[in-house]
């Protein structure tokens, strides 16, 4: 069974156990009067739905509710959608009373605010306990001073003052410095996956050395840009550059940290190419971004230690940074790092792509600016983009044509994904207009 939903039927048991007390126990009773006197100035109700069917409609309402609450990543717009949801059960009450039925909304009220206020701080719970765990474990006490050192030089390197100058940064990139009494823990980190987006073109029009060289000089400079910005290298190779962000030390605003930080580097290069000042070959740079819970553990392989970092978000980035090549994209992100780097992004929808399970689907985004250099234009633009995304999904061929037309920047400048869309409808749009009206 889903994870998601057996936690929704515990939320659900539990909030129709609360509600059951209270109504049982008279709490209630006042202000269910009140409401059915009310709901009766109309007319006088000659039937009550029973407290059983009461019962049954909290379980339903509070394991929907929760349900709902576990799987979405936007939960303050769920929470409007939830607001409605108490708006419509107090009006089916009064619906139910003009046919002079007594249905009570305050029981099912309570179970549908339940089923939305339970698993949020069962989910706040569950991020305090998990970040507890993630602190750095108390240093060890100091060994003890050996018997034959004298009292005398005991006490004058007791009185010595405490040193003042904090102790280096340590570096966070390499296996080889992470600490070897280092436990398996599970945390949330971000994993950004960058690669060379135009490898296999290279690997056909260079010779073997040239390649190598070129292959060589792109992970040297992506895996130092990365451990610069606080990111520990899980890897550098043939499949490009494996970062996480968020590991070994936390960092809450590792998403904020691994997007903008993708953002610069595909940027780069792109900049470098367009000067053409390098004897290379243009190199284009793809990145792909996806936060979520990885298992960070020391193993030893060999005989030599080393740290293995397993998890979706590394198949997920993996999966995004390829996905590129398909949508003409430089950066896409996942559900997961878009909600947490929202604040500091403009983004746009592109689409949806399966999970490391087939029937999962996670809605990729593209980066368009950073919010403090955003202008009104990209911002308007991407406005009309989504709104295309959207209608597009709809099936409202014309009206997202319309919109995506609307999403055009200046002349020259190159938007793939926009083009990709404007491909896919143009035929559609074409079809609308010339069918005629009586077909």
Known sequence: ???????????????????????????????????????????????TVGDKWQYFFVFVLAVGVAWMTFETTRRPRLGGIIAILLLELAGVAWVCSLYQVLFQPLPSMMGTALGFVLPLGYLQAAAFLRERRERAPALPPAAEVPTAVSSAAVSSVAAMPAAITPPPPRARGRRSELAPESVAQACEVTAVVCDIANKHDLAEECAPAVF???????????????????????????????AIFGFPE?????????????????????????SGKSDT???????????????????????????????????????????????????????????????????????????????????????????????????????????GVVLYREKRWAEAYSQFQNARGPEGEEDRPLQLYLRRLEPLALQLTTTPLDE
Not at 17 to 34: N, P, R, Y
Not at 219 to 230: I, N, P, T
Not at 318 to 337: D, E, M, Q
């Open 1 to 47: 069974m889903n994870r998601s939903l057996l936690s929704a039927l515990i939320i659900g048991v539990i909030a129709a156990g609360i509600v059951m007390g209270l109504h049982q126990s008279g709490l209630l009773q006042s202000l269910e009067t009140a409401i059915a006197d009310l709901l009766a100035k109309r007319s006088e109700p000659t039937s």
């Open 212 to 242: 190598a060289e070129i292959t060589e000089k792109f992970l040297l400079q992506v895996s130092d840009a990365f451990r610069k910005a606080g990111a520990y290298i899980e890897s550098a190779g043939g499949e490009g550059v494996v």
């Open 281 to 387: 070959p243009a190199i284009g740079v793809h990145a792909g971004v996806s936060s979520g819970i990885m298992i960070m553990a020391p193993v030893k392989n060999n005989g030599q230690r080393s740290m293995l970092a397993t998890g979706e978000p590394v198949e997920l980035a993996r999966r995004f940074c390829i996905a590129n090549r398909f949508y003409g994209s430089k950066v896409l992100l996942g559900p997961r790092t878009f909600e947490l780097a929202s604040k500091i992004l403009v983004a746009r929808p592109i689409d949806f792509l399966s999970g490391v399970d087939v029937r999962e689907r996670h809605e990729i985004y593209e980066p368009v600016a950073l919010a403090l250099d955003a202008t009104r234009d990209q911002i308007t633009r991407r406005d009309a983009f989504w709104n």
């Open 250 to 274: 936390s960092d809450k605003q590792h998403a904020e940290k691994a997007t903008r930080k993708a953002m610069e580097l595909t940027q780069a290069f792109f900049d470098a190419n367009k």
